[in-house]
């Protein structure tokens, strides 16, 4: 493979059009082969793209309490892609997208574990990391930001002490009364330059909602995330005709005709894609433009584990609309030995790039084996999947 590159200037692939880098790709013969899922306990879905010439692309994929459908939907895809250029990227993605009558949910998640794969082989086969192949980074560091359940002297300190300046914490319990009694708290807690969002989970009615945005409006709040479910756009539209308090959405709408209602009619003023499940890399892109056109920025959702994480950063550096990446612990043994301390390098609040080719990750098998997944039928909570 090496020497098949020799001849490709991989310098300025930051400023080469993405067309002629696809083509430079496939002038090198890839072919898929093959396609093997993985389930790892807690909810991590896993696919490796195999080659013909020995190369292979990791994506991941998120649905929760769906995982065993989401890989099942993928290994379907295999069929259709054996033989095909994985470094066509574009083609296979509207292919498998716009083939199937139906679409949402776990086909979508299984095409966004694809991409994620796709982008991986073709930054291996030119020798890159994707965030070149996409045009970045005009940044080598990311900001990130940090999720917490609740918000206390010693958390706050905690997080401070790891130079993060935005906290998003899980939703106040109790009445609305009392909902915004203890975000009043949070924000006392916090210093007033460090940032604080609040995430809902769509926990509220729109009348709720409305008395709870109401109730912080004088806070300043980040912003405050899925107030409401995403069922009806027009109980959005009511929300942001009626509050200035900033809202946060994204990790559960899929594709760019998903999220442009919420765009083009400022409905929100962050989008929160997941990569793993909104249709990949390559959907993203096409979700940051309309954020960069309607000047709405992007903070992504990442509960994922390293591979997840790291297609959110290469994403992250692509895109100007780019404001902070949710990230999670990536430094368990588990994690470490899981992608062969191949994890993202997260120092003073900041994820560092790295130049590793493609993802820049990957996956031991033998690793994963050790934690089988276990499907749930109760969160936490208590609620039914």
Known sequence: MTAMLAGLPLAGLGDMAMAETRARAGALGLKITGLKTFLVAPRSIFVKVYTNQGLTGLGVAIQTSKEMATAAAIMECERVLVGRDPTQIESLWNELYQTPRWRGGPLTAAISALDIAFWDILGQALGAPIYTLLGGSGASRLRIYGSTMDMTPAIFEAQKAQGITVTRVQAPKGSIPQMIATTRRWREIVSPDHQLAVHMDGTLTTRDALQYLHGVEDLNLLWVEEPIQMDDIEDWAHLRAH????????????????????LNRHLIDFAQPDLAACGGITEARKI???????????????????????ANFHFDASTTAFYAQEVRDYTSQFELDLHEGQTPKIVNGFCELSDRPGLGTVLNEAVAAKRPYQPLTRSSEGRAF
Do not use: D
């Open 288 to 310: 940051a433009a309309l954020c960069e056109a309607n000047r709405i920025q992007i903070a992504p959702h990442g509960p994922h584990e390293t591979a997840g994480a790291l």
């Open 243 to 262: 509050t200035t308090t900033a809202i946060a959405t994204g990790e559960r709408v899929l594709t760019k005709w998903g999220f442009a209602p919420y």
